[in-house]
């Protein structure tokens, strides 16, 4: 039997950027797609309640209360950031239910194995009362079924599981892969000192208790570590933002310091203006103290085109959350990114007929950039014109569809990194995983080997790190700039005749690149026939993380 592991898609993010769709597919008929997804309920089963339980008092609403307001009034209650967010979303999200139903219906011997292990990380509190209970939380469950198991499932990354993590293991690689601990205490673990029991007692029968570990990244790090067990037995792993994040110089120490950890950054603590936020944390009981240490539950990441995708069809998504919430954090997931990284020309000169720019980038962040589900890609897009205005030189530019132009896509060899780019090839930071025969794949029951991993490392970055051996780069050798939070790439092409040129480099991103759209609608499943039908639909044109420009 093949090796188990969670299949985390979605969520805050091997690359299929050369799987284009087969000629062949179109000789099968497809099914029908995917119907809408029930809408929530509430529930309350031995360990979980849905979010509706918890927003009796962490939801402000519109009843005047000024409790979980930042400095400007604004609501920032943790239901009303979080009910937006991947995860939220975590066990709704299209893509994911494509890459799930893909898996069982090339493995349908496995189906129950799969079943449970997909559901781990993306609909954790169902998959976990299932395990004691029946119904189990099945891919036909989780979408269609009305039972309670499903209706916690569909919750996503709720909050009656996040907060019942306990401090077991975590930062161990038991811990990984969705290895986390949750038993049947009802305690309710947060930030915050001496929290008053009573209230939370009474109208839910959880016991709030104060630990330092739910600000821990090794938290976050129980699903956002994801090891596979390759076809020979091999270990591969497809995303490691927490040891990338141990191997950065952001982690100072791991005590959940504000912009050290992963919540420091994807669950910021400040007002506007960079104070930090001070408010009460729940509406009910009236009169509670403000409290610092209190986090906007956004949960950003990089995921703003599939936020984007589910506004556009949220009728289907059916969560219930409105259009303008899913597309206000997408637009924060947006300036989020454009946060990640810095881009510099450091040298430009034009040499008899031939020309040389320089463009370094600069990664911001505590983890390689881009990090997450390996669909995700940055490029440089390098235009070079005259004082005319007139196009003299390019590389990484894009069509209306968001596909790389000037690349053939399902070359893999295309795509390989270089310390120097000419004409008609293009610097894409991606990590690209491979089956047995080499070929890019999106399904983890498919890996054999990372075939490309050249995203930018974080500052901090040192090759001697107990963990290097999982988070290695592949596929920089001889490139000597690239470097701890850092790579300089040098383009060379000639200046048609021109003496002075202005050069423009910005480094551009995508969640869910057109070729893995592509890629699914080779599994020919009614979930994947639902998310084609919605991805072809949304603009997927990369947005600028960083720009410059430079005369020379």
Partial sequence: MKGWVVVVVGVLGGSCSSAPVSPDAAVFDAPPPLPALPEP????????????????????????STAMSDAAGDDVSPIKMWRGSMMALAARDPFYLAVFEKEIAENPAEQEEIEALCTRCHAPAGS??????????????????????????????????????????????????????????????GPHANPDPDPMEMFIRYTPVYSEHIQSSALCATCHTVILTGLRGQEV?????????????????????????????????????????????????????RRGRYSRHTLIGGNNFML??????????????????????????EEHLRKAASVEVVEASVQADEATVDVRIDNLTGHKLPTGYPTRRAWLHVTVRNLAGDLVFESGGYDADGRITGLAQSDLAATAHSNEITTGQVQIYEQVLVDAEGTPTLRALDVDAVAKDNRILPKGWSETHEQIGRIRPVGVEGD??????????????????NTQLEVEAE??????????????????????????????????????????????
């Avoid at 309920?41 to 005047?64: I, N």
């Avoid at 930090?276 to 103290?289: D, F, R, W």
Wanted: charged residues 20%; proline residues 4%; negative net charge.
């Fill in 237 to 289: 792993v497809e995303q490691a933002p927490y040891l990338e994040w141990q191997n950065s110089s952001f982690n100072l120490e791991e005590d959940g310091s504000l912009g050290t950890s992963c919540q420091g950054c994807h669950m910021p603590r400040t007002n506007a203006d960079g104070t930090p936020i001070e408010t009460a944390i729940a509406k009910y009981p009236e009169g509670l103290i």
């Fill in 128 to 189: 976990i009362a299932s395990e004691r209970e029946e119904p189990k939380i099945s891919f036909h469950e989780l979408t269609a079924g009305t039972s309670d198991n499903a209706a916690i499932g569909r919750d996503g990354i709720t909050c009656s599981f996040c907060h019942q993590i306990r401090d077991r293991n975590l930062g161990l690689d038991s811990s990984f892969s969705g290895g986390f601990s949750v038993d049947f205490a009802r305690k309710m673990y």
């Fill in 507 to 552: 480094l551009l991103y995508q969640s869910v690149p057109p070729a893995a759209i592509d890629a699914t609608a080779n599994f020919r499943t009614a979930a994947s026939e639902r998310f084609v039908e919605m991805a072809t639909q949304v603009d997927n044109r990369p947005i600028a993380i960083a720009e410059t420009t430079r005369l020379f």
């Fill in 480 to 497: 000597s700039d690239f470097a701890a939070g850092t790579d300089t790439v040098r383009y060379r092409f000639p200046t048609a005749g």
């Fill in 308 to 333: 984007r995708l589910m506004a556009a069809y949220s009728d289907w998504v059916g969560s219930n959350i409105a259009d303008e919430e899913l597309l206000a954090n997408a637009g924060r997931s």
């Fill in 41 to 64: 309920k509430a529930v309350e089963t031995e360990q979980f309640a849905s979010s509706t339980y918890c927003a009796q008092c962490h939801l402000r609403g519109d009843g005047g």
